[in-house]
């Protein structure tokens, strides 16, 4: 199982900006993706998931209406797109496969991470 990121975005405040994680290793529809984000000297914060088969999302309540995901099965790619950013959006954005457990979900294959840094 693999999930890999490209490396880092550099934006100016109130722009938008787009992370890449192009997964392999597994099936593709099988798993949720899930979007999490470390911002420097904070702790993981989860942002929500995707199905990528069906392309249902569910969004962390602070990031409703701001952030967008989606899902490219025909490449096993998922994005998380962010607009308005704000100097508060510098973090890196990790994707991770979120396997249900009956015991919750688990987020059991992380990428590498994409630092955003947002400013002017």
């Known amino acids: 199982v693999q999930l890999v990121q490209l490396g880092a975005e550099l934006r100016n405040p109130g722009a938008s900006v787009k992370v890449v994680c192009k997964a392999s290793g597994y099936t593709f529809t099988s798993y949720y993706i899930s979007w999490v984000r470390q911002a420097p000297g904070q702790g993981l914060e989860w942002m929500g998931r995707?199905?990528?088969?069906?392309?249902?999302?569910k969004y962390a309540q602070k990031f409703q209406g701001r952030v967008t995901f989606t899902a490219d099965t025909s490449t096993s790619t998922a994005y998380v797109e962010l607009s308005s950013l704000t100097s508060e959006d510098t973090a890196v954005y990790y994707c991770?496969?979120?396997?249900?457990?009956?015991?919750?979900?688990?987020?059991?294959?992380w990428g590498q991470g994409t630092l955003v840094t947002v400013s002017s």
């Open positions: 995707i199905d990528p088969e069906g392309g249902g999302s």
């Open positions: 991770a496969r979120d396997r249900a457990t009956g015991w919750g979900n688990v987020l059991d294959a």
